[in-house]
């Protein structure tokens, strides 16, 4: 069952706790109450590695803790909705007919959150007090003192407030006072989204992903070390579910999930990383995904054939969607995606450029940033010569996607470098 931990103060965790019996089932909430704020980063520290994901019963928490730690797990907060806001406006209205809401604070409204759209309903002459809010440590003294002040010099006649926190301190300062909460409802409709979110997360962590791990020229003294070194980096890190030795090379198995925390989100190959420190000969891995196990392999063998084919070994990955990554770790690593589409195919025969270099180059000039290249930057980072670079460029330009801008002298002797400007058009 998906678990989800609340963090929240007294107050709210009772409202929240009154929308469980109507969650059916669906997940377990797990109560984690803070009393000061200081408390919150230890508490999602201490509690975030047993839940699938953490909700705080409002913004401040959220807020808070944003500051102070990395959210590796999903991360919400209830928020008011302008529904609830109005509702519970109109019962606090009709329960008070003299009430001049130019004589109130809500201390939940301002710029941030458009007013709840108060501004458009309420003539500036008759509109609340109000506070620019700043989430910090200090929030719950600094809102007291602002709603003690103008209940003093005689400015309001109510505060409507959403911090359970200050509740107390308001009702001994004899402050008549209105703690506003999400209804039951909202909160019952917010927690089913994000246990559906949550469920599908599940799913897509769980999914496969193979590792084809290849070596240049193969013996069986390099297998023998490499299954060695593999078995060594999976005892240290237990990350791997499976270790195949095949006809010329390894098969890895783990999950989509292991995989993001072993790349660090596919910024690097920690795999690769630890082979290359412990074995005197190179290594390649092809990374496949997939909802089955056939789909993993698939995309793993052609991750592997792309890792072959760059000139230094390396890591590539293959999405689900197709989205080919790497080479992981390099500083040329582009993303780019491995479906043919129509307007690739139709780039390609108008270009007479293959459909794989025209997604390439456009990768690589979304990674520049620019819209032109020259033909070593071109090379650099797709592995090719500088010839093959260059034969793909004049090729652009004679069919019309490049041009050249200007040429660059980087040295006293040599030819200048041509810098293209790339242009596909409209696609």
């Known amino acids: 069952m998906i678990k989800i931990g609340v963090i929240a103060a007294n107050y709210s965790m009772q409202r929240i706790k009154e929308a469980e019996p109507f969650l059916q089932g669906q997940c377990e909430l797990v109560p984690i109450p803070y009393y000061q704020l200081n408390e919150i980063k230890e508490l999602y520290e201490l509690h975030r590695p047993f839940v699938h994901g ?19 797990t999903p991360t919400y907060f209830l928020d008011m909705t302008e529904g609830d806001f109005y509702k519970r406006l109109f019962t606090i209205s009709n329960a008070n007919k003299t009430l001049d809401f130019s004589r109130v604070f809500i201390d939940f409204i301002n710029e941030q959150n458009n007013f ?3 501004k458009e309903a309420l003539p500036e002459r008759e509109f609340p007090h109000y506070m620019e809010i700043d989430y910090t440590y200090g929030i719950y003294d600094r809102m007291f003192e602002k709603h003690l002040s103008l209940w003093q010099q005689g400015k309001i006649d109510l505060s409507i407030t959403r911090l359970g926190n200050v509740v107390e301190r308001l009702n001994e300062a004899g402050i008549p006072n209105v703690l506003l909460l999400p209804s039951t409802e909202s909160i ?31 013996d069986d003294f390099k297998e023998i070390l490499l299954h060695k070194a593999l078995l060594e980096f999976n005892q240290a890190q237990k990350t791997l579910s499976v270790i195949q030795k095949k006809n010329g090379h390894f098969e890895v198995i783990t ?27 190179p290594v390649n891995i ?50 780019f ?15 007479g450029v293959s459909v794989l270099q025209i997604q390439k180059i456009l990768a690589v000039l979304a990674k520049m940033k620019s819209s032109e290249l020259t033909g070593e930057e071109l090379a650099y980072h797709l592995g090719l010569t500088l010839r093959q670079a260059n034969r793909i460029l004049n090729k652009l330009e004679e069919t019309g996607a490049a041009k050249v801008s200007y040429k660059k002298q980087e040295k006293l002797k040599g030819r200048p470098k041509k810098v293209y400007h790339i242009d596909f058009g409209t696609f």
């Open 255 to 281: 999950s989509f999930g292991e995989l993001k925390q072993m790349t660090d989100q596919f910024t690097h190959c920690a795999i690769h990383e630890y082979l290359d420190q412990v074995l005197p000969f």
């Open 54 to 72: 953490i909700l705080f019963s409002g913004p401040l928490g959220y807020l808070i803790a944003q500051r102070e730690v990395e959210f590796d």
């Open 116 to 118: 709840l759209g108060l």
């Open 286 to 335: 092809g990374w496949g995904i997939g909802s089955t196990l056939y789909q993993a392999k698939t995309s793993a063998q052609n991750a592997s054939k792309a890792a072959i084919s760059h000139e230094l070994d390396c890591s590539y990955v293959i999405t689900e969607n197709q989205d080919v990554i790497g080479p992981l770790g390099d500083e040329t690593c582009i993303h």
């Open 337 to 351: 995606t491995n479906t043919v589409e129509p307007h690739y195919e139709r780039l390609s025969e108008t270009y």
């Open 188 to 218: 019952v409709e917010r927690i089913n989204q994000i246990t559906n979110e949550l469920r599908i997360t599940s799913l897509l962590e769980n999914q496969w992903a193979m590792g084809i791990i290849t070596l240049a020229e193969t």
